[in-house]
T-cell receptor, first 117, second 112 residues
């Protein structure tokens, strides 16, 4: 079974702090994604990565950066946390987007609920 | 810009009933469509993925269909159980390396 883990289930930070959210997958997946989920706004893509050291902006990248130094790990960084970044953050991975079929299936982690005070 | 709509936002049914959840998308040039389940406060669990060349996929009591020309997908749940209570989301991907656009979900409650 594919396993996607996130470093924390709940996190409380103060405005202006630098925040790191870590995501690790154990199935050698090429693609990794960071989303945030907010009531009434649904799931929105922040960044995704299709290879080590490669990244692409999603729909709402402002205020965030990412790092993918190793294939299994994708980190989301809030350089200076703000209250409007309070949200549920979800990481996902998929094998690749080329072969088709089940390789496109996205597998999600349990989520990190971040509160910025 | 792709828009994905799921109606209704909430649905309540008695146990044992068969039901259909709907997902509509505005741009028919899709690569695939995926259905997920989300329990409160948890991540998403993949249920079914349909490639653009496919018409349907089945897994147990679940059957998902895709009609690209009309921009619609349905998720059919047979003989619903209280354990099926969750929010169901659909996600549409435009290209093989592209991002997915998610609907807001339908929250299903199955009453014993």
């Amino acid at each position: 079974d594919v396993k996607v883990t996130q470093s924390s289930r709940y996190l409380v930070k103060r405005t202006g702090e630098k925040v790191f959210l870590e995501c690790v997958q154990d199935m050698d997946h090429e693609n990794m994604f960071w989303y945030r989920q907010d009531p009434g706004l649904g799931l929105r893509l922040i960044y995704f990565s299709y290879d080590v050291k490669m990244k692409e902006k999603g729909d709402i990248p402002e205020g965030y950066s990412v790092s993918r130094e190793k294939k299994e790990r994708f980190s989301l960084i809030l350089e200076s946390a703000s209250t409007n970044q309070t949200s549920m953050y979800l990481c996902a991975s998929s094998l690749d987007g080329v072969s088709g079929g089940d390789t496109d299936t996205q597998y999600f982690g349990p989520g990190t609920r971040l509160t910025v005070l | 810009k792709q828009e994905v709509t799921q109606i209704p936002a909430a649905l309540s049914v008695p146990e044992g009933e068969n039901l259909v959840l709907n997902c509509s998308f505005t741009d028919s040039a899709i690569y695939n469509l995926q259905w997920f389940r989300q329990d409160p406060g948890k991540g998403l669990t993949s249920l079914l993925l349909i490639q653009s060349s496919q018409r349907e996929q089945t897994s147990g009591r679940l059957n998902a269909s895709l009609d690209k020309s009309s921009g619609r997908s349905t998720l059919y749940i047979a003989a619903s159980q209280p354990g099926d209570s969750a929010t169901y989301l659909c996600a549409v991907r435009r290209t093989n390396a592209g991002k997915s656009t998610f609907g807001d979900g339908t929250t299903l409650t199955v009453k014993p």
